[in-house]
């Protein structure tokens, strides 16, 4: 079973930082894209950032210039650094993996529970 666990959420003032992780746990044999989501109450979820197992990178409008994301391979573990947070960053944050189980035919989709990030203006 595969199992992500996202910490570093929590409340902060705007133009303050946090950094969110996510790591990744289980009989997973591959990862390809690790990525974070975010749904504010009432809205869709929304991607915010996704990398590649090569490295490539890509944001939404949003939060370009601001928001950094990155992975650490031999951890399993994909990061979030937030800088310059706005009230309208206010949402749960997921984490969400592109992956392959030991012994799976193929790839599937896996989500953590997600993480309150609160931004107070």
């Known amino acids: 079973q595969v199992q992500l666990v996202e910490s570093g959420g929590g409340l902060v003032q705007a133009g303050g930082s946090l950094r969110l992780s996510c790591v990744v746990s289980?009989?997973?044999?591959?990862?390809?894209?690790m990525a974070w989501y975010r749904q504010a109450p009432g809205k869709q979820r929304d991607l915010v950032a996704k990398?590649?197992?090569?490295?490539?990178?890509n944001y939404a409008d949003s939060v370009k210039g601001r928001f950094t994301i990155s992975r650490d391979n031999a951890k399993n573990t994909v990061y979030l650094q937030m800088n310059s947070l706005k009230p309208e960053d206010t949402a749960v944050y997921y984490c969400?993996?592109?992956?392959?189980?030991?012994?799976?035919?193929?790839?599937?989709?896996?989500w953590g529970q997600g993480t309150q990030v609160t931004v107070s203006s």
């Open positions: 289980g009989r997973i044999s591959s990862i390809n894209a």
């Open positions: 990398i590649t197992d090569g490295g490539t990178t």
């Open positions: 969400n993996i592109n992956g392959r189980p030991y012994l799976a035919p193929r790839n599937s989709d896996y």
